[in-house]
């Protein structure tokens, strides 16, 4: 059965997105263990996150959203890699897609739009980490140019097991 096609929007986020994009975030907290985050966040608990993305800057948050709705399908974000100085030109780059939206090439059009707002930025690289096994994220991050650095084995415990995370970088 063929996905659904929608009209998708991306834009910067905004505070109006405060809590459609906590409730996305909440649902990867609470069923995979692609974020280590353990508990459930509040709107309140998020907006430090969500205001340490500015529209302009190294660290942005972009969404995506339903042209027609308006309802937030994803969001990509670019965060400060390490808080000393000298890693100020790196960055940490994520994607999150709502379940709903999966397989639809919203991760990419994320991506693409960060990747431009990150264009003429005093940028030099930018790091993910992906949690393992998740194949589909490990995909996208290929097809913008990261490429496989290293795996920290057992870096992070949840649902009673621990997990591998593999890092990509990707030259800006």
């Known amino acids: 059965m063929p996905s659904e096609r929608t009209d998708v929007q991306v834009r910067a986020g905004a ?3 405060l809590e459609a994009l906590t409730d996305l ?3 990867y907290v609470r069923e995979t263990s692609i974020t280590f985050d353990t508990a459930i966040l509040t709107a309140e608990e998020r907006r430090p996150w969500l205001l340490s993305h500015p529209e302009d ?5 972009m969404v995506a959203v339903d042209a027609d709705s308006q309802e937030i399908l994803g969001y990509a974000t670019s965060s400060p890699y390490r808080a000393k100085p000298a890693y100020g030109t790196s960055v940490e780059t994520t994607v999150y897609v709502a ?4 397989r639809r090439g919203i991760g990419t059009l994320l991506y ?3 990747f431009a707002a990150l264009a003429g930025q005093d940028l030099h690289r930018a790091y993910a980490g992906i949690a393992q096994p ?4 490990t995909r ?5 140019g990261f490429r496989y650095v290293g795996t920290y084995r057992e870096v992070g415990r949840k649902f009673g097991r621990y997990w591998d995370v593999a890092w990509y970088e990707k030259e800006l």
């Open 99 to 102: 379940p709903r939206a999966g």
């Open 25 to 27: 975030y909440n649902h």
């Open 112 to 114: 693409k739009a960060l």
């Open 134 to 137: 998740n194949t589909a994220s």
């Open 15 to 17: 505070e109006g997105d």
């Open 140 to 144: 996208l991050h290929e097809r913008f």
């Open 57 to 61: 800057g190294p660290y942005r948050l």
